[in-house]
């Protein structure tokens, strides 16, 4: 499950739950996530999650700015589109949050080595 946990003041005050699909974000009614002031563009950006070709539960995450006036921040710098992952800090505005990723959290990796015998 992907989550966008808002952080204020270093404390996370809420968690969105995120599914497959387009996922907006801006002032205007209609967005996924309307945020009120704070810098924050009507139409200010998207975050899109595709399921992976070979690991569906696993999902591939893009954020693209819709040419907000302010600006979409991932880990402090501004991008335009830029694939993101668990633990990145996205900022819109005043607004910040971090991208959570059970299954990259709680997933475990495995390592195989193939010997050449």
């Known amino acids: 499950m992907i989550k966008l946990k808002h ?3 270093g404390a996370v005050v809420s968690e969105i739950e995120m599914t497959e699909g387009d996922f907006t974000i801006g002032r205007n009614h209609g967005n996924n996530l309307q945020l009120d002031g704070g810098g924050v563009s009507g139409k200010h950006a998207m975050i899109t999650l595709v399921a992976d070709s070979c690991i ?3 999902f591939d995450i893009t954020i693209r700015d819709l040419n907000s006036t302010n600006g979409t921040y991932v880990n402090s710098n501004s991008v335009k589109e830029q694939k993101i992952e ?3 800090l996205i900022r819109f505005g005043t607004y910040e949050f971090k991208v959570f990723d059970d299954q990259s959290y709680c997933g475990t990796q495995t390592e195989y080595h193939i010997s050449e015998d």
């Open 56 to 58: 569906p539960e696993m």
């Open 7 to 9: 952080i204020v003041h």
């Open 86 to 88: 668990h633990g990145d």
